[in-house]
């Protein structure tokens, strides 16, 4: 069964940073790309970062989108299966729900591309 669990949401004022925390099954955690997206409300749920295997090494790549790029960092610790996103220089523009979330089959940074996902953890970035 493949699971998902993020934690590490919060408020913070804005210019503050959080870690936001993913635990992956293990079966899919080495192989499979893991991506984050994020939810405002009112708004579609949109791509953040995402980290994929290259090729048949043992290192990953790691993709962001542009709004994010520069303040957000994924990373990974193999021996937790944990996917982490470290965030800084919040803006209120980055509160939402944000959810991890595994991509079986095709490399792709669109909601439609990854098949399973967590619950989702609350960010809420004050003024």
Same mark, same amino acid.
């Given at each position: 069964?493949? %699971?998902?669990? &993020?934690?590490? $949401? $919060? ?14 099954? &293990?079966? *899919? ?5 893991? =991506?984050?997206?994020? #939810?405002?409300?009112?708004? +579609?749920? &949109?791509?953040?970062?995402? &980290? ?8 990953? =790549? ?11 960092? *994924?990373?990974? +610790? ?12 919040? %803006?209120? +523009? +980055? @509160? ?15 909601? @439609? ?5 967590? %619950? $989702? @953890? #609350?960010? @809420?970035?004050?003024?």
């Amino acid at each position: 069964q493949v %699971q998902l669990v &993020e934690s590490g $949401g $919060g408020v913070v004022q804005a210019g503050g940073s959080l870690r936001l925390s993913c635990t992956v099954s &293990e079966a *899919i955690f080495k192989n499979k790309p893991i =991506g984050w997206f994020r #939810q405002a409300p009112g708004k +579609d749920r &949109e791509f953040v970062a995402a &980290e994929a295997k290259s090729g048949s090494g043992p290192h990953y =790549g790691t993709y962001y989108a542009g709004s994010v790029k520069g303040r957000f960092t *994924i990373s990974r +610790d193999n021996a937790k299966s944990t996917i982490y996103l470290q965030m800084s220089s919040l %803006q209120p +523009d +980055d @509160t939402g729900v944000y959810y991890c979330a595994a991509n079986m089959y095709n490399w792709g940074t669109a909601v @439609t591309d990854y098949n399973y996902w967590g %619950q $989702g @953890t #609350q960010v @809420t970035v004050s003024t």
